[in-house]
């Protein structure tokens, strides 16, 4: 990876170490410079299925301008020459990075005016694990204990932004729910009160029956998933289930429901079951996004489970809208990232290589436009 | 600023996945014959047919010898049998205790129908059970009739069979609170037999009284009356002497306040037998928990092989169960034989695994027998149903094949 000015020219590594010091003068003289810069890339992934040779995506003002084998950039504008992938950076729904302080009340199980956002740290360090990994946007979630938590919010992982704080409205399927000494302990009263709660329209659950508000259930067990799916399409909702290493044995429960399905990454040493599961649910064109986030799932393990599905047979195009454009759409944000259309925030990870191969490294990750790790810019 | 004309896709053709993966639809039109039918509907047909069509029994048709193009055949035919408590749930988590009377919740919610334990039931012969919420809370809701196997959504048979609580000590089970201050969520319920009566008399007043009163209704109000009605039966676990005399005493207070008459099921009622006449007095039903190594059930109720016999000689309405038990020496059918070897005759035993608990939870005009027009829940045997020597060799739930009898055809023998 190396920066020329102004003009491109064909990407070598061979100027690594000079290109060090040019970055330390970019730094320098660049603060006052115009917010329009480029990167050139052997392989540019524009979106899932779009794959440019030799690309070049023109960032400006933290969007991408434009995108493509020619792009023109004004002259002057430098240029980040990068001899291996350029991808969007990934999406993933994250458990609990940035979050601070208490994220579940004991004592209430339905808090459904609550908001994830207000107990997020977006400068905490949690967060750079993840942007290290080429997760650029994270969606994070209120606690599975709470049967109502509130809405959750979807964040960047560097640049302290927050793009939505009201992606979903999350409720709980999960047991965790149900295990605090309280009100509901059953799958069946929990079920009756949002039953209830949705067929009354009270409060923020008017913005759910309308439509307005996609919910995002937690489960871990099949039943729990099975149970989370009929409730929802009972009740003509849209959103996704969340977790669970089996969900995708109810695949076309959430098919007929109309529903996405967030499930946990393949780590090593999981059982194929849980692969079949997941490919079950490519087969059945259920939306599908991968949950990152630290302690229960490592950030590489996105990249790992794409490229464990890829071997199953699964179509390149189908494992990259997983990582990025099909999960931001899940989140409530493909309209700004998960592509590098143009006018889309310019989330940008530089690899090594083919990102699907374990090999690869993240040698540079841009979010919105700003360099956050690694690179020249 | 010029876009990208040529995108390259990459991208490889769509590679080639299952189809959909959508649940095929069962087939569920099968011929059986047997050498020996029991019908559980009075009759034993040496050598019958029974056709199957769309899931239900289309002719029942004796025939001495089997037709060449028979799908299926073996030595004994019944109907599936009925686990009349089969407690297959998700525990703690299946009933609702933040209160001890939450008789308006159905256990359908709460169940998972994807536990491998129902596959276990059918791989037995047992095609379907009545399931109800665990007896935590003293009155802990609507009781379900479910179907053991076939797709997820057509297991349930009925929902609100029956109302389902619990008289004695399991909803007090861990409720003392020591010293001092209650400390736990759970320690308001009552701890003690005392306790939980009071909730149950407390609530079926209420109920009674808020029929003239709307504004005393309360949730769950209207399922206590309908309880009341006798509409819907009650199903109470009520394991010994004290706690079935409690029931029974309830029944009767009930009907001389003039609130109605509960439609009454004991269940797991293991010492039925040493108040033989309250039961008759009062018309109640009674579900036998499965036989225990030492006689001696929960709640050290005592259990001898000869109760279910003692109670068929007096004409008290019988059911067996196994609790949903998958291990092959607790089963449905050992519980039937070991019936039989406390003196219960074979017919009664077979009612009392099949058309028996069907009655009980008003589900007899869909299961329960071998008759036209019921639901073709089937199982074939090897040898004479309940003899420990016997195996199950084919199990048909809502016609379709859980068990193939061509599979252990190798095992089957002559009647």
Redesign the interface.
Known sequence: MRVTLPAPSKPSRTLRAGAAALALTLAVHGAAASDSFAVRGAVVV?A??????N?VV?IENGKV????????VPEGTPVVEHDGYVTPGLVAFGSSDGLEGETFDSTRSMLPAASIADAVNLSHRGFDALCRAGITTVVLSPSVDALAGGSTAVVKTAGNRMLTRDAHFALSFD?AA??R?????????A??ELDRLVESGEGRFAAVAGGDLPVLMAVS???EA??AARWARRHGLRGAVMGGDLTG?L??EL?AAGLAAVVAPMAPGQPARSLDAM??L???NVPLALMAGTPAHHPDDLRLTAAMCLRE??????AWRMLTAGAARIAGVGGSVGTLA?GRDADLVLWSGDPLELSSTVEAVYVDGVSALGGER | MILAATILALAAPAATQPAGGRTQEPQNDWTVWAAKVHTAAGDTLDGALVQVTGGAIASVTPMAEPPEDVALRAAVLTPGMIDASIRLTAGSRSVEQSSEQVARLSIVDALDPLDEAWAGQARRGVTAGVVCPPDFAVIGGLGAVMRTAGPVDRRLVAEEVCLRGAIGTQPSLGNNMGFGVPGNFYVRRPTTRMGVEWVWRKSLYEAAYSRDDPERAFEGSDVLNRALSGELPVSIQAWTTQDIRTAVFLKEEMAREGFGELDLILDAAAEAWREPDLLVRVGASVVLPPFTPTGRTADGALFPLECPRELHDLGIPIALSAHGDGSPTESLALQAGLAMRGGLPFDAALEAVTIAPARMYGVDDRLGSIEVGKDADLVLWNGTPFEPTSRVVGVLVHGELIVDPRESAADSRDP
């Open positions: 524009v899932p299925g779009q794959v440019v040779e690309g023109w301008r434009a995108v493509g084998p020619d792009v023109e047991s149900l295990d000494e309280r009100f509901p302990t059953s799958y069946g009263a079920v009756d067990a099949r039943h099975l149970r044995e695949a076309d098919a490919m079950a490519n087969a059945a047979g699964l179509a390149r195009n189908a143009e």
